[in-house]
Structure formats: C-alpha cells, structure tokens
C-alpha cells in the first residue's frame, strides 16, 4: 500500500440517535421509526448516572440508536445533509476525525412522511471518520497510539465533506454576521425598583450591561 493510500480517508461509522429522555411508548415509537428509516435494527440506550431532578435513574431506557457502516452510513449521510440544506457549521468538528449535527425534523428527510403516533422528533447524526491503520489505537492487543501527523485534523475532514458531498460549511464568523443584521443596535431600557432605582442600558448583541443611576423611576 503506497504512501497516498495510507492518507486516503473514508468513513468509518454513522450513529443515528434519537433521545427521548424517558421509558414508555414514545420511547418505543421512536425505536421502529428508527428502525424503519435506517432499515437497520435499533438499539435502546440507558442512562449512566442518577439525576432525581429529571426522575433519571440508572440504567433507565431513555433512547433508541443504530449504527450504520459501508455504502448504508454514505448513503444514508447524504440524505441527512439533504434535509439540513448540505451546510454543516464548522462548529461539528472535533479535530480529531469526527463530526455530528441534527436534523431537527425528520419529516425534512427525503422521502419520510409525518407520523400522527410519533409527532415532531429530530435525531442526531455523529459521524466517525478513519484511515488506514487507525485500528491499532482500538486494538484489544498490543494497543498503540497513532502518530500525530496521521489523526485527520478538521481541515482534511472539511475537505472530505466538501469534495464527496458538496456541502457548504458554515463558519462561526458567517453565523455572527447573520445575527447581526437581524437585530438593531438600540439598547434596551429596563427600569427597576419603585422609587430609586438603576436604569439598565443593555446591546442585545453584547453581554456587556450599562447601570444608570436614577433618583425617581
């Protein structure tokens, strides 16, 4: 295997998931749709730690997952770009080889109709990318870390996304500027106390807060 084939980057595995944060029907309803749109058979996932506030117990069922591998996670990946417009914001990648985004609906995913028993539900896509060689950092025997210069870095996985799926990326920046003509540059005025009291001057495009002293408000 030459030099090139070794650099040659292709996809690993896609994780569908769906979380719904509690056990029962809905929990199950999920699972065959989930089934049905992979066409693959899902998995129930549990809770891993206690949380009394959100009546989580451990080992609790609270979502459904499959695991797609081969021409089924390139083909299925495909279609969920589809449904988010093929733009993925650079904020997905984790510099090591990985990305993930949800669709939020999955009624914008081509060819799925809407389900009166199931309602609006979105689910994740987590995306693992690899080359050749990454299997001896998973290995169960003689394990051994891969070397710097090949963990594909969020600009080669940028360049993969781009060059195989014609997807556009989204940058931080992009989204700032956007938010930025949508909203006005008057600063909100909210008043407080009854008598004495602070006028607060706020940019709703800034976290930085401006305190007005007032003798009567």
């Given amino acids: 295997m030459s030099e090139t084939d070794m650099r040659e980057i292709k996809i690993d595995k896609i994780v569908v998931n769906i979380g719904i944060g509690s056990a029962g029907e809905h929990l199950e309803n999920a699972k065959n749709f989930l089934g049905k749109l992979t066409g693959k058979k899902p998995i129930l996932t549990q809770s891993k730690v206690r949380n009394p506030t959100w009546a989580l117990r451990k080992g609790l069922n609270i979502g ?16 969920s770009f589809e449904a988010e417009g093929n733009k993925l914001k650079d904020s997905a990648f984790d510099g090591r080889g990985n990305f ?7 009624i914008d995913f081509p060819g799925v109709k809407y389900d009166p028993q199931l309602g609006m539900l979105g689910f994740d896509v987590c995306v693992t990318l690899k080359r050749p060689g990454y299997r001896v950092s998973r290995r169960k025997v003689q394990t051994q870390r891969l070397g710097k210069k090949h963990i594909i870095t969020d600009e080669e996985a940028i360049d993969f996304v781009k060059k195989n799926f014609k997807v556009k990326i989204i940058s931080g920046d992009d989204q700032w500027m956007k938010r930025m003509k949508r909203n006005t540059f008057q600063p909100k005025e909210v008043k407080v106390f009854v008598n004495v009291g602070y006028v607060v001057l706020q940019d709703p495009l800034s976290v930085n807060t401006t305190w007005t002293f007032v003798e009567d408000v």
């Fill in 100 to 106: 993930s985004f949800g669709v939020k609906e999955y």
């Fill in 64 to 79: 459904t997952k499959v695991t797609l591998r081969g021409d089924d996670a390139t083909s299925f990946l495909k279609k």
